[in-house]
């Protein structure tokens, strides 16, 4: 993590998870458990069912809350969808975009998750890009450039001066809710891959302020290694982020791990 140019980021990514009725528990229990949230920005991603009573639970607290997906429409006849502007409305601030288990089970493709990262942005909220590759991809050699390819085609047509409110997350799918973590060595050389890239395309200054962020089966436990590679700026978790403690830590370990930069 290098705090010096760009926030630590901790999201949970509830899934289909919490029924609306547990949210009020959830956060009754966060809140005190909380650790001081200055220097770690911690976004909850809960169903859309649950958004606006979890907005209104975390409001005045720092605590950002994130769409899971939205629609690449703006609004119109797309029965079951939701909008980026509905989503705004509603005081959301961040959306996932491109998850694997979308793009897997719902068949998402590259293009699609394009059109929602640019739908996200011009309704002046931030996407949090997935990308990652298969256990297949990973054994075959191809992961770097699969990644690459996904990064690319996610960010086409973001302008420069809008690269500041995207972040990325690296989610390797094989790693993700099977407790089979990345070491922190293939995770963090994805993530310097991957800052390479936007580097690339938009330039040192953009491409050291983006927050890049790890997910897959990451838990209190393996943060402090994972958050300590120097392009890894913090984590989407799914699993863990249901346990407030086990959530808790993981905060505390990015908190602890961006106040290293003052001390150096
Ligand atoms: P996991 O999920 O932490 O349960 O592996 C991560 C994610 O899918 O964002």
New binding site residues.
């Given amino acids: 993590m290098n705090t010096k140019y760009r926030r630590a980021i901790i999201g949970g ?1 509830w ?1 289909m998870n919490l029924l609306p009725s547990e949210i009020k528990a959830y956060v009754k229990k966060l809140l005190p458990n909380l650790p001081p949230t200055r220097d770690c920005e911690v976004i909850i991603c809960p169903s859309f069912i649950s958004l606006g009573q979890t907005i209104s639970a975390l409001r005045g607290t720092g605590v950002a809350v994130a769409a899971q997906n939205v629609s690449e429409f703006p609004s119109g006849a797309y029965t079951g969808e939701v909008s980026a502007p509905q989503l705004s409305d509603i005081g959301a601030t961040h959306v996932i975009v491109g ?3 979308r793009r897997i089970y719902f068949g998402e493709k590259d293009l699609t998750v394009n059109r929602k990262v640019l739908t996200v942005l011009e309704h002046g909220m931030r996407p949090i890009v997935c990308i990652g590759e298969s256990g297949a991809i990973r054994d075959a050699g191809a992961a770097e450039e699969l990644v690459s390819f996904q990064l690319k085609t996610a960010l086409h047509g973001v302008a420069p001066q809008k690269m500041r409110r995207v972040a990325i ?1 690296y ?1 390797p799918v094989w ?4 407790g089979k973590t990345a070491t922190a060595q293939q995770a963090g050389d994805m993530c310097a891959m991957i800052r390479t890239s936007i580097r690339k395309i938009y330039g040192a200054r953009i491409a050291r302020s983006v927050s890049i962020l790890y ?4 838990n209190g436990d393996n943060a402090p290694e994972l958050l300590a590679q120097p392009d890894i700026d913090g984590g ?5 982020s249901l346990k407030v403690e086990d959530f808790c830590r993981i905060i505390s370990a990015a908190i602890e791990e961006s106040a290293k930069i003052y001390k150096e």
């Fill in positions: 990514n899934k998850h694997s288990e997350a989610e790693a993700i809710g099977t997910g897959g089966s990451m989407l978790i799914g699993g863990a």
